[in-house]
């Protein structure tokens, strides 16, 4: 079995135990009228499978004229994953990618080695009012793909697998999960689904993963015996047959997880290494700022301006 800090093999399983192993209530943050809850990395559990940073964003209305900027920003070590329910955001990359992210599909952007990248809401999105609501997340790197190149990868919509069955409705994000698949390089064994449960109804985990959790978008629901409502991640102990039954309301769930990491990682700022030697190496090349032949670039549609590396 890989590397998972809390999982002992002296700990009984199946019906001996609670199945639920943790239950992760996010922490808030206002960045200036707009609200972040993150999930990920909290001090109950660092990751679920990859999974090792999880944020909420929103939702939140912007007015006329308003919206989101964040700069220029570097990551290494890690992939993100951006999924949107409302609204748009502008993303470019040292890659040269300049894409408009929107609700329903999938962006995939491989930090690799080293990349820079923004995100908006500019141009036509601040000539209205505009809300925003989506979910961000980061997958750790394998070992092997630490150092890997950069890239970047989008799929619609319509190329994500949709299951419907007795009252679910389940759209496969990224990976693989009951017998469905997503066409996206990824580093390490990973599922991530967008589920919809009508009252009452009840959903299967997938089985071919070691590592699984839930994050409840809205409604609530119940497992063991427990009601769970909106705002909190509940992270399953492996190897246990676990659903979920939606509430008088129905449910919306996020469904994450995969195999767990083949040792611990370290979280600096933006970056996610398998060694505090690395994070410092890109800590240097960042401080340095040697954007026309360093280890990292500015976007070429968006170097006017960055995000200073912390002092801390």
């Keep these: 079995m890989s590397w998972?800090?809390?999982?002992?093999?002296?700990?009984?399983?199946?019906?001996?135990?609670?199945?639920?192993?943790?239950?992760?209530?996010?922490?808030?943050?206002?960045?200036?009228?707009?609200?972040?809850?993150?999930?990920?990395?909290?001090?109950?559990?660092?990751?679920?499978?990859?999974?090792?940073?999880?944020?909420?964003?929103?939702?939140?209305?912007?007015?006329?004229?308003?919206?989101?900027?964040?700069?220029?920003?570097?990551?290494?070590?890690?992939?993100?994953?951006?999924?949107?329910?409302?609204?748009?955001?502008?993303?470019?990359?040292?890659?040269?990618?300049?894409?408009?992210?929107?609700?329903?599909?999938v962006n995939l952007m491989t930090a690799g080695h080293g990349i820079t990248h923004s995100e908006r809401t500019d141009g036509a999105a601040r000539q209205a009012p505009l809300t925003m609501f989506g979910l961000q997340t980061w997958l750790a790197s394998s070992l092997a793909d630490e150092d890997a190149p950069a890239s970047f990868h989008n799929r619609p919509q319509s190329a994500l697998p949709l299951l419907e069955a007795e009252g679910k409705t389940v759209r496969l994000i990224l990976g693989a999960a009951w017998g469905a698949s997503v066409d996206l390089p990824l580093s390490t064994e990973t599922f991530y689904a967008d589920a919809t449960l009508a009252p009452h109804a009840s959903l299967p985990l997938p089985d071919n993963h070691e590592d699984r959790g839930?994050?409840?978008?809205?409604?609530?629901?119940?497992?063991?015996?427990?009601?769970?409502a909106a705002g909190a991640m509940l992270?399953?102990?492996?190897?246990?047959?676990?659903?979920?039954?939606?509430?008088?309301?129905?449910?919306?769930?996020?469904?994450?997880?995969?195999?767990?990491?083949?040792?611990?990682?370290?979280?600096?700022?933006?970056?996610?290494?398998?060694?505090?030697?690395?994070?410092?190496?890109?800590?240097?090349?960042?401080?340095?700022?040697?954007?026309?032949?360093g280890r990292f670039k500015l976007p070429p549609e968006d170097d006017a301006e960055f995000i200073p590396a912390p002092d801390r």
């Design 214 to 228: 839930v994050y409840i978008l809205s409604g609530e629901v119940s497992q063991g015996g427990q009601t769970h």
């Design 4 to 105: 998972n800090p809390l999982l002992d093999a002296q700990v009984p399983h199946g019906a001996q135990i609670d199945a639920i192993e943790t239950v992760i209530i996010p922490r808030a943050r206002d960045l200036g009228g707009f609200e972040v809850r993150r999930a990920l990395p909290s001090t109950q559990r660092q990751m679920v499978g990859p999974f090792i940073f999880f944020d909420q964003m929103g939702p939140a209305e912007f007015l006329t004229g308003q919206g989101i900027d964040v700069r220029p920003h570097p990551h290494i070590g890690l992939s993100t994953v951006t999924y949107l329910m409302q609204g748009a955001l502008h993303h470019r990359d040292s890659l040269g990618t300049d894409a408009w992210i929107t609700p329903g599909e």
């Design 235 to 293: 992270v399953f102990r492996p190897l246990d047959n676990i659903s979920v039954k939606a509430g008088p309301q129905g449910a919306r769930l996020m469904l994450l997880g995969g195999a767990t990491m083949e040792g611990p990682r370290y979280i600096w700022w933006n970056f996610v290494a398998s060694s505090q030697d690395r994070l410092q190496a890109a800590k240097e090349a960042w401080r340095a700022g040697d954007w026309a032949h």
